[in-house]
């Protein structure tokens, strides 16, 4: 999960931003043009940098929602049972029944041993 520096960083960036913004909308014309340029380039910068914490935090959203679907397809995958001679087991990586029966009543009733 991004931590909460990373965070922080891209919201100040953004607040940065945005009050650059506004100053560069109330600046009346006794603003020099090379101020005007500087303002322009701190925004920029400004954007860049929420730019880049936003595409890191993206890949850390993507590789946490990668990792719970792993786990819950594994999680999915080891509760899967088979049934042999009548009774239910848990299915070993070969797909053959293993460790002991479930209870009958208890697997039919909630699907648990």
Not at 2 to 14: C, E, R, T, Y
Not at 87 to 93: C, G, L, Q, S, V
Request: aromatic share 6%.
């Amino acid at each position: 999960m991004p931590d909460m520096a990373s965070i922080a960083a891209a919201l100040s960036g953004v607040k940065t931003a945005a009050e650059i913004a506004k100053i560069l909308k109330d600046s009346a014309s006794s603003l020099e043009q090379a101020e005007i340029k500087l303002k322009f380039a701190e925004l920029i910068g400004a954007l860049a940098d929420v730019k880049i914490e936003l595409a890191d935090i993206q890949a850390v959203v993507q590789e946490k929602d990668q990792f719970i679907a792993e786990l819950e397809k594994k999680l999915q995958d080891s509760s899967e049972t088979v049934g042999f001679l009548g009774a239910r087991y848990m299915k070993n990586d070969a797909g053959k029944p293993s460790g002991v029966p479930f209870c009958p009543t208890c697997y039919a009733k909630s699907k648990r041993n």
